[in-house]
């Protein structure tokens, strides 16, 4: 026949559920927990990679556009040097000086001259007006102007220059008569253009193309020989 239990091992057992109970919620809330922590770790690494991500395509993009541009820089957009180039001379009326050995001042003397501009650039060169004089034993006894004008990309562009000589400065110069005697002339001439070199509007670069020249003008065989001509370009 069973004994009856008292009413402190009752209270002791009452006492030892609870103490269960509340052991095992709050295990269950430390789980929780984990797992929030573990969620919250897993989405920064996530948000982590995309960041690294998002940041690495950017550096790669920016970088891509440097190559690129320093490609260009050193090929398409590289401002090359116009050239200039002094094709031809020829002094009409230079018979009045091969038949006699004086000059008079009525005497019409032109000289035509022959020039081109190259233009090695991917852009036009657009020029304003250019000079040209010409020299005899230093003194300009000539000038004239050859209007605007614009040398399309990789193309040269020639150029007629007409000199009208000043035939009462000639006279002035003290050596003309023993040139006459002689058969030759020693002239010179200089011209300068200034432009520039414009690509949409990113890369403007002024250019001035210096072009000197010597000759010799032969009276006997009326023909200009002996042509040197130096350049000088200063971008």
């Known amino acids: 026949m069973s004994q009856p239990q008292s009413p402190n091992s009752s209270m002791a057992s009452t006492n030892d559920q609870a103490r269960f109970l509340r052991q095992g919620s709050h295990r269950i809330y430390v789980n929780n927990d984990d797992k929030n922590i573990t969620m919250e770790l897993h989405q920064k690494k996530r948000r982590r990679r995309r960041c690294i991500k998002c940041c690495g395509c950017c550096i790669a993009t920016i970088l891509l556009l440097v190559v690129i541009m320093l490609v260009l820089g050193f090929t398409v957009f590289r401002v090359h040097e116009p050239s200039i180039r002094m094709n031809s001379v020829k002094i009409d009326g230079i018979n009045y000086l091969n038949t006699s050995t004086t000059l008079q001042p009525n005497v019409n003397l032109t000289v035509s001259v022959d020039m081109s501009v190259k233009n090695r650039n ?97 009276l006997r065989n009326q023909y200009v020989r002996d042509i040197d001509c130096k350049k000088n370009v200063s971008l």
């Open 122 to 218: 991917s852009m036009s060169f657009k020029f304003n007006e250019a000079t040209t004089s010409l020299f005899y034993d230093d003194v300009a006894i000539g000038e004239a102007l050859t209007p605007p004008g614009t040398t399309k990309a990789r193309r040269t562009l020639r150029m007629n220059v007409t000199v009208e000589i000043m035939v009462e400065k000639i006279l002035r110069i003290s050596r003309l008569g023993s040139d006459l005697k002689s058969g030759e002339l020693s002239m010179s001439t200089y011209t300068i253009i200034n432009g520039r070199i414009n690509m949409l509007n990113i890369i403007k670069k002024n250019i001035e193309i210096e072009l000197n020249c010597n000759m010799m003008v032969d």
